[in-house]
């Protein structure tokens, strides 16, 4: 196994055990909750607490991430906000001198596209997914009183900042010889989620498509019948060596598919169950969920999930 394989495989196995939930913030002289690390050569990320956004972690509760390549330096997730995206700005440039020529947000949510004014008044432009547009068109004032309420000061010089660049399926952008796929695999866990495949390193930076380390919500929107086709359908069929969740510590893909795929598909068998036996969704919340409770966020998330799930299979 070649170094940075075993790395990765190392990690796997052990940061189930030690996120970051109840971790203080790493990197205190910044804003960044963690400072970058180069997963493999060219592709960094700066990991984001596990925990809910918070004043203390600034909203850097995923990942940051970014390539640098002979021309040109693309971002993908804004920040969650433009102290946050500032914070990233800086430790880009104690890495390379070359510009940042491209934003990514991996979808419409807070942390991937609040920090957006900053790298528009950098003169980057800013890619994301329509359905993404569309959510922050929609819901961009919404998500940005979230951040006020719970970053205070630091929310001050954040603006709600549109992405002026869209795509539906599928864009390449070569860039120094490197060709980046941002793609739309499918439906997945929120309105335009995407993910970045580099194929010549077999480097997935997946979203929130992937989880591992903390437990995947399930919002109201959410079709997770949809998530597992797009899994099986669109994702596994790359076979990434190396993934870069949205949330926790790089990875591999059999760490995230058991637990997102098999999460997903446990949940279910248990809520189909459930309905099948006549339960109804007071006692839906109470389903056996155990096996994942070493998750973060388990606390915050399960019963949720699954009265999301009894609602959405309900009618299936």
Same mark, same amino acid.
């Given at each position: 196994?070649?170094?940075?394989? /075993?790395?990765?495989?190392?990690?796997?196995?052990?940061?189930? /055990?030690?996120?970051?939930?109840?971790?203080?913030?790493?990197? %205190?002289?910044?804003?960044?909750?963690? #400072?970058?690390?180069?997963?493999?050569?060219?592709?960094?990320?700066?990991?984001?607490?596990?925990? %809910?956004?918070?004043? =203390?972690?600034?909203?850097?509760?995923?990942?940051?991430?970014?390539? +640098?390549?002979?021309?040109?330096? $693309?971002?993908?997730?804004?920040? /969650?906000?433009?102290?946050?995206?500032?914070?990233?700005?800086?430790?880009?440039?104690?890495?390379?001198?070359?510009?940042?020529?491209? $934003?990514?947000?991996?979808?419409?949510?807070?942390?991937?596209?609040?920090?957006?004014?900053?790298?528009?008044?950098?003169?980057?432009?800013?890619?994301?997914?329509?359905? /993404?547009?569309? =959510?922050?068109?929609?819901?961009?004032?919404?998500?940005?009183?979230?951040?006020?309420?719970? *970053?205070?000061?630091?929310?001050?010089?954040?603006?709600?900042?549109?992405?002026?660049?869209?795509?539906?399926?599928?864009?390449?952008?070569? !860039?120094?010889? +490197?060709?980046?796929?941002?793609?739309?695999?499918?439906?997945?866990?929120? %309105?335009?989620? @995407?993910?970045?495949?580099?194929?010549?390193?077999?480097?997935?930076?997946?979203?929130?498509?992937?989880?591992?380390?903390?437990?995947? %919500?399930?919002?109201?929107?959410?079709?997770?019948?949809?998530? @597992?086709?797009?899994?099986?359908? #669109? @994702?596994?069929?790359?076979?990434?060596?190396? +993934?870069?969740?949205?949330?926790?510590?790089?990875? *591999?893909?059999?760490? +995230?598919?058991?637990?997102?795929?098999?999460? !997903?598909?446990? !949940?279910?068998?248990?809520?189909?169950?459930?309905?099948?036996?006549?339960?109804?969704?007071?006692?839906?919340?109470?389903?056996?969920?155990?096996?994942?409770?070493?998750?973060?966020?388990?606390?915050?998330?399960?019963?949720?999930?699954?009265?999301?799930?009894?609602? =959405?299979?309900?009618?299936?």
């Amino acid at each position: 196994m070649k170094p940075l394989a /075993a790395a990765i495989a190392m990690i796997a196995v052990t940061t189930a /055990a030690s996120a970051s939930e109840d971790i203080a913030d790493q990197y %205190p002289q910044s804003e960044l909750y963690s #400072k970058p690390v180069e997963v493999i050569p060219h592709v960094f990320s700066a990991i984001g607490a596990t925990a %809910p956004p918070t004043y =203390e972690n600034s909203g850097h509760n995923n990942n940051l991430s970014f390539i +640098v390549t002979d021309d040109g330096v $693309v971002v993908i997730n804004a920040g /969650a906000s433009s102290r946050l995206a500032a914070a990233l700005h800086e430790e880009i440039k104690a890495v390379t001198d070359q510009p940042v020529v491209l $934003v990514i947000n991996e979808n419409g949510q807070g942390h991937a596209m609040l920090g957006n004014g900053y790298w528009r008044d950098q003169g980057v432009d800013i890619l994301a997914h329509a359905d /993404a547009i569309a =959510e922050t068109t929609e819901n961009g004032d919404f998500i940005f009183q979230g951040m006020e309420r719970y *970053n205070r000061d630091k929310a001050m010089g954040s603006r709600v900042e549109h992405a002026n660049l869209s795509f539906d399926d599928e864009k390449i952008v070569t !860039l120094g010889g +490197v060709e980046i796929h941002v793609l739309h695999l499918g439906p997945a866990h929120d %309105p335009g989620d @995407l993910q970045v495949w580099i194929p010549q390193w077999s480097m997935l930076i997946a979203g929130d498509i992937a989880f591992h380390e903390r437990m995947l %919500p399930i919002f109201e929107h959410t079709c997770t019948s949809c998530w @597992l086709e797009t899994w099986e359908d #669109k @994702l596994e069929p790359l076979n990434p060596t190396y +993934v870069i969740p949205g949330h926790g510590h790089p990875t *591999n893909l059999a760490q +995230v598919r058991r637990y997102t795929r098999d999460y !997903l598909i446990d !949940l279910r068998a248990k809520i189909g169950a459930h309905i099948e036996e006549g339960g109804d969704l007071a006692s839906a919340y109470y389903v056996d969920q155990d096996r994942w409770r070493n998750l973060d966020t388990f606390e915050e998330l399960a019963t949720k999930n699954a009265g999301r799930v009894f609602e =959405e299979m309900e009618w299936e």
